[in-house]
C-alpha cells in the first residue's frame, strides 16, 4: 500500500512539474493585473475580434480562453476603469502563454500616483511582497477586526486581543504594531507620541480599500523614518471614470448589521469625477458588553486641469463608539475554566440605584479621526514629474477611565492577580456598579469612586513631496520632503460621580506651585471638571529622503537614503506653574542608508537582496518622558534606536504557480521600552533604555492553479526571535515620583537610592506573536459566478507577551530562559460567493462566510506571569464560531 502512495505522490509530483502545454489544442492563457500596482483584475474580458468567443478572469485575475479558430487573431481586453488593450496572437495547435499582460487604470484621482513611490513591483523591488486584495477582503474579511485579513501572510499574527469592536492587533517579524509603518495611501497613520494604531478608528477602510500590500523589512516606501518590522500600505479606491453605484447589506452573529452604499459619477466632459462612500455598522458585540455603532464615510473628488496638471481630494474616516473588556482583563487559565465562559467581561454589569436598571461597562471608547489629503501631480515633461501630498488628521475622543481615591484607586480593575476582583463583584460574575453608588452616598467627604473620559485629541499635518526624473535611458533619480507637525491635547475629564456632589482629586497633592495650595487640592470637583492629568504633547519632523534606481532589461538595482530632525516637548498645565509649564525640546537626529538588487533570471525565476541600517529617535511616550502623563522630566538615557537588517529572496512566477522564498536577520539595538509591573499593591512603571533584540527566519509562500477554477494558496514561515543583551532603567510610581525596585519613594531620581538597574536577558524570547506560522487555503469556482473557498491558519511557538519589567526587581540575576509557551493551535474558515446579473443594469452578489469553522477553543493572547508558566500567566480567548451573510447589489 505504501509502495502505491508513493507511485501516486510521484504521478501528481510530475503533473505539477511539467509543462501545461500539452493539455488543450487552441487555448490562450493568460493573467490580467493592474499596470501601476499589479493587482489582479477579477472579472476582466478576454474575447477574439469579430468572433463571439470569449471568457473572464478568475479571482486571480488569470484566463484560460478556447478556440476553434487557427492563425493571427485580435484579443480584445476589456475591464471597468482600464483602458481597452489588444493583442494580436498566432493560434495553433499548442497552448499559447501570454504570460503577464498588464492594464492601464482608467480613474481620475491621485493616490495611484502619489502611492506608486511607496508601492513594490513584482520582480522588480527586491523586498518581501505580499499583496491582499479587494476580492480577498470581500470574500474573507466578514465580521472579523481589519487586520485579521492578514492573518494567512508569512510572519503576520493578527488577534482581536480584548475581542471589542476595532481592538485588533497585528505583529509583523515578531515586531509590534508601533514598529510596522501603517500608511493609507502612502501617508503614514501611526500615533506620533508612541507609534501605534487603534484600528478601530480605521475599521471603515475594509470598504474602500481596493488592495493592502504589505512589505516585510526594508520595505519600498519614501518617507525619512522607516520601520523596523515592515509596512502595509493600505490603498483605497480611486474615483472611476465610468458612474456607478452599489448598496450591501449583512448580518452576522450577535446581533451584527450592516448597510452600506457606493456610487461614482464617472468623468465629465469638464474633467471633473467624484466617488463616495458610507456605512453603518452596529451590533451587540461577542464578547458580553461590547456592543458598538461605527460609521464610515469616504469621498474623492478629482480635477484634470490641461494635460499636465491633476488634483485630488480624497477624505475618510471612521467615527464610532464602543464598549470594550479592557486589554488589562486578561485572567489566567484556571480562572477561565473555573467560569466556563471564554466570552465573560469583568467590566460589564448594572447599577439598579434609585430603583433605575442601568447597564453599565467601565471600558467605553468614542473616538473620530478623519483623514484629509489633497494630492497634486505636475508632469513637468516626459522626463520629470513632481508630486504633492498635503495631509490633515484631526483626532477627537477618548476612553473611559475610573478614578478613585487613594483606598480605592485600584477598585476599578476588573481583575487583580489573575482573577476577577472581589470588592465590587455580584454574585453572577457582573461588576457591582450599585455598590459604587452605594459606597458615595456614604461617604462624608465626597464620591470616592467616579469615572472619567481620557480624552485624547490631536491636530496633525504633514507634506510630502517628490521629484521624480529620468537621467539617460536607465536611471531613475527620486528626492523629496516628509514634514510633520504634530499637536496631541490629553486631560481627564469627569463623566460620572456616581451619585455624589463633588469629587476631591489625590493627583493634585503632588501640586505645589498654587498660591493658594490648599484651596486648589482640596477642590470640590463636579462634572465636566478635570482631574489627573492635562497637558499637550507636540512633535516636530523634517525629513529629507532621496533613492536613485537602475533598471535594464533583467537587472534593478537601488540606492537610498534619508535624513530626520525628530523635536519632542510638552506642555503640562496640571502639575507645573505656567512658568514652568513648558518642558525642554529634545531633538533627534536619524538617518537611513539602504540598498538592493533584483534579477531576473528567467521569465520565471527571479532572485533578490537588500541591506540597510537606519539609526531612528525613541518614541515621545515610553522613550523620551519618563512618565509623560504627569512628569516634564526626561529619560537621560534616551538615544537613537539603531537597526541592521538583510534579506535575500528567491521567486517563481509561471501560469500556474507563482511562489516565493525569502531569508531575513534584523538586528535592534539600543531599544527604548517602557513597561508597568505590580509590586507591594503599587503599580511601578519602568523606563528601560540599551535593549538589543534579533530576528531572523525564512518564509514560503505560494499559489498553484492546477485548474482553471481552482486556487490553492500556502505559506510557512518559521522564526527565531529572541532578546539579546542587558536593559537598564528607572522606576517611578503612578504619580511619577522615583521608587526603588520595592516600589518604595525615593528622594531624586538617580539618587543614591534611585538605583538604576540592570535587566538581563540574553537568549530570552520575544513573546505576543506566533513564531512558527503555517496557512493552506484554496478557493473553486463549482460554476460560473460561484465561488467556495476554506482557508486553515496554523499558529505554533507562540510565546507569552513578555515584559522585561518584570525582571527588574532581579537586579543583574537571569532567573528563566523564556516566557510561558502558548498551546499550538490552527482555525479553519470558509467562505461562499455567487455572483449573477439581473438583465444589463443589475449585478447581485450573495455571499456567506463560516470563521472558526469547527468552534475550536484556543488561546490567542497570553501574558506572561512571575513564574513563566501557565499558572502564573493571564490570557484571553479567541473567538468560537462565527458566522456572516451580505447581499450587494450593483448598477
Known amino acids: 500500500m505504501r509502495n502505491v502512495l508513493l507511485k501516486v505522490l510521484g504521478v501528481v509530483i510530475c503533473l505539477l512539474c511539467m509543462s501545461w502545454e500539452v493539455v488543450a489544442e487552441g487555448i490562450v492563457k493568460g493573467k490580467i493585473v493592474d499596470m501601476e500596482t499589479?493587482?489582479?483584475?477579477?472579472?476582466?474580458?478576454?474575447?477574439?475580434?469579430?468572433?463571439?468567443?470569449?471568457?473572464?478572469t478568475d479571482t486571480t485575475g488569470y484566463f484560460e480562453l478556447k478556440l476553434k479558430k487557427t492563425g493571427e487573431v485580435v484579443l480584445r481586453?476589456?475591464?471597468?476603469?482600464?483602458?481597452?488593450?489588444k493583442k494580436k496572437v498566432v493560434v495553433g495547435d499548442k497552448t499559447i502563454h501570454l504570460g503577464i499582460i498588464e492594464m492601464?487604470?482608467?480613474?481620475?484621482?491621485?493616490?495611484?500616483?502619489?502611492?506608486?513611490?511607496?508601492?513594490?513591483?513584482?520582480?522588480?523591488?527586491?523586498?518581501?511582497?505580499?499583496?491582499?486584495?479587494?476580492?480577498?477582503?470581500?470574500?474573507?474579511?466578514?465580521?472579523?477586526?481589519?487586520?485579521?485579513i492578514l492573518k494567512a501572510t508569512p510572519s503576520v499574527y493578527a488577534t482581536k486581543e480584548g475581542g471589542a469592536f476595532g481592538d485588533g492587533r497585528i505583529n509583523l517579524r515578531g515586531f509590534e504594531t508601533e514598529n510596522i509603518a501603517v500608511m493609507v495611501n502612502g501617508v503614514p497613520v501611526n500615533e506620533m507620541e508612541w507609534g501605534g494604531i487603534y484600528w478601530s478608528n480605521w475599521s471603515g477602510l475594509a470598504d474602500v480599500t481596493r488592495m493592502i500590500q504589505v512589505q516585510r523589512g526594508l520595505g519600498a516606501s519614501k518617507v525619512s523614518v522607516p520601520s523596523v518590522g515592515g509596512s502595509i500600505n493600505i490603498v483605497t479606491n480611486s474615483t472611476n471614470a465610468k458612474s456607478g453605484a452599489s448598496v450591501a447589506y449583512s448580518v452576522g452573529n450577535d446581533g451584527y448589521n450592516k448597510v452600506a452604499f457606493s456610487a461614482s459619477t464617472g468623468l465629465s466632459e469638464k474633467g471633473w469625477a467624484m466617488s463616495i462612500l458610507g456605512s453603518r455598522t452596529w451590533g451587540d458585540g461577542y464578547i458580553q458588553g461590547t456592543d458598538f455603532v461605527a460609521y464610515s464615510y469616504f469621498i474623492n473628488i478629482s480635477k484634470r486641469l490641461g494635460d499636465n496638471h491633476e488634483l485630488s481630494l480624497t477624505a475618510l474616516g471612521a467615527p464610532q463608539w464602543h464598549n470594550q473588556r479592557n486589554r488589562n482583563d486578561k485572567m489566567s487559565v484556571e480562572a477561565w475554566k473555573e467560569l466556563n465562559d471564554t466570552k465573560y467581561n469583568p467590566s460589564y454589569g448594572f447599577s439598579t440605584w434609585m430603583e433605575k436598571k442601568v447597564r453599565k461597562v467601565s471600558a467605553y471608547n468614542k473616538y473620530h479621526k478623519p483623514q484629509i489629503s489633497l494630492n497634486h501631480l505636475w508632469q513637468i515633461n516626459e522626463k520629470s514629474s513632481l508630486s504633492n501630498v498635503f495631509y490633515v488628521s484631526l483626532g477627537r475622543g477618548g476612553g473611559y477611565g475610573g478614578r478613585g481615591n487613594k483606598a480605592h484607586k485600584n477598585d476599578w480593575y476588573g481583575t487583580y492577580g489573575g482573577k476577577p476582583t472581589t470588592k465590587f463583584r455580584n454574585a453572577d460574575g457582573t461588576f457591582n456598579y450599585t455598590g459604587i453608588y452605594e459606597l458615595n452616598a456614604a461617604s462624608v467627604t465626597g464620591s470616592e469612586m467616579i469615572m472619567a473620559m481620557s480624552k485624547n485629541e490631536h491636530n496633525w499635518y504633514g507634506l510630502i513631496s517628490t521629484y521624480t526624473t529620468k537621467l539617460g535611458q536607465y536611471f531613475d533619480v527620486y528626492g523629496g520632503i516628509d514634514l510633520r507637525y504634530y499637536k496631541g491635547k490629553h486631560y481627564n475629564e469627569i463623566v460620572d460621580l456616581y451619585g455624589g456632589k463633588y469629587f476631591i482629586d489625590d493627583s493634585r497633592m503632588n501640586v505645589k506651585y498654587?498660591?493658594?495650595?490648599?484651596?486648589?487640592?482640596?477642590?470640590?470637583?463636579?462634572?465636566?471638571?478635570?482631574?489627573?492629568?492635562?497637558?499637550?504633547?507636540?512633535?516636530?519632523?523634517?525629513?529629507?529622503?532621496?533613492q536613485g534606481e537602475y533598471n535594464r532589461d533583467a537587472l534593478s538595482v537601488f540606492v537610498a537614503g534619508s535624513l530626520s530632525n525628530i523635536t519632542y516637548w510638552r506642555k503640562d498645565h496640571f502639575y507645573y506653574s505656567k512658568a514652568d509649564a513648558k518642558s525642554d525640546k529634545e531633538n533627534f537626529l536619524g538617518y537611513t542608508i539602504k540598498g538592493g538588487a533584483n534579477y531576473n533570471l528567467t521569465e520565471n525565476h527571479n532572485v533578490f537582496a537588500n541591506i540597510g541600517y537606519f539609526s531612528?529617535?525613541?518614541?515621545?511616550?515610553?522613550?523620551?518622558?519618563?512618565?509623560?502623563?504627569?512628569?516634564?522630566?526626561?529619560?537621560?538615557?534616551?538615544?537613537?534606536?539603531?537597526?541592521?537588517?538583510?534579506?535575500?529572496?528567491?521567486?517563481?512566477?509561471?501560469?500556474?504557480?507563482d511562489a516565493n522564498v525569502n531569508l531575513y536577520r534584523t538586528s535592534w539595538m539600543d531599544k527604548t521600552l517602557a513597561n508597568f509591573f505590580e509590586k507591594n499593591g503599587e503599580r511601578v512603571r519602568v523606563n528601560l533604555t540599551g535593549l538589543d533584540a534579533l530576528h531572523q527566519g525564512i518564509e514560503l509562500d505560494f499559489e498553484l492553479r492546477p485548474l482553471k477554477d481552482l486556487k490553492i494558496t500556502g505559506m510557512f514561515s518559521i522564526g527565531d526571535w529572541y532578546w539579546n543583551g542587558d536593559g537598564k532603567g528607572y522606576a517611578y510610581n503612578s504619580s511619577g515620583q522615583p521608587v526603588d525596585k520595592n516600589g518604595q519613594p525615593v528622594s531624586e531620581i538617580g539618587g543614591k537610592d534611585h538605583a538604576q538597574n540592570i535587566v538581563k536577558l540574553d537568549d530570552v524570547r520575544v513573546g505576543n506573536s506566533a513564531q512558527t506560522t503555517f496557512a493552506l487555503g484554496g478557493q473553486y469556482q463549482f460554476l460560473k459566478g460561484l465561488h467556495v473557498g476554506v482557508n486553515y491558519s496554523y499558529f505554533a511557538r507562540n510565546y507569552a507577551k513578555f515584559t522585561p519589567s518584570l525582571a527588574y526587581d532581579l537586579g543583574a540575576e537571569k532567573a528563566f530562559e523564556s516566557p510561558w509557551r502558548m498551546p499550538s493551535y490552527g482555525v479553519l474558515d470558509a467562505n461562499i460567493s455567487y455572483r449573477f446579473p439581473v438583465g444589463k443594469l443589475f449585478g447581485v452578489m450573495i455571499s456567506g462566510n463560516l470563521n472558526n469553522v469547527l468552534d475550536k477553543e484556543y488561546i490567542a493572547d497570553a501574558e506572561d506571569g512571575k513564574d513563566h508558566d501557565e499558572a502564573s500567566a493571564k490570557v484571553f480567548y479567541g473567538f468560537g464560531r462565527t458566522f456572516s451573510l451580505r447581499l450587494k447589489i450593483t448598477f
Open 77 to 85: 481586453f476589456r475591464n471597468v476603469g482600464y483602458t481597452e488593450l
Open 514 to 546: 498654587k498660591a493658594d495650595d490648599y484651596l486648589w487640592q482640596n477642590e470640590e470637583l463636579k462634572k465636566g471638571d478635570i482631574v489627573y492629568r492635562n497637558y499637550d504633547g507636540y512633535m516636530m519632523q523634517e525629513g529629507f529622503f532621496a
Open 616 to 657: 531612528r529617535a525613541p518614541y515621545m511616550q515610553g522613550g523620551v518622558f519618563l512618565q509623560q502623563d504627569v512628569s516634564n522630566e526626561t529619560n537621560p538615557d534616551a538615544v537613537n534606536e539603531k537597526v541592521f537588517t538583510f534579506e535575500l529572496g528567491y521567486g517563481f512566477r509561471s501560469v500556474w504557480l
Open 38 to 56: 499589479r493587482q489582479a483584475l477579477v472579472g476582466a474580458t478576454v474575447y477574439v475580434e469579430g468572433v463571439s468567443a470569449g471568457t473572464v
Open 104 to 148: 492601464e487604470p482608467e480613474v481620475i484621482g491621485l493616490s495611484d500616483v502619489v502611492v506608486t513611490g511607496s508601492l513594490a513591483i513584482d520582480r522588480k523591488t527586491p523586498v518581501a511582497l505580499s499583496v491582499i486584495t479587494a476580492s480577498d477582503i470581500e470574500n474573507k474579511l466578514s465580521t472579523q477586526e481589519f487586520p485579521e
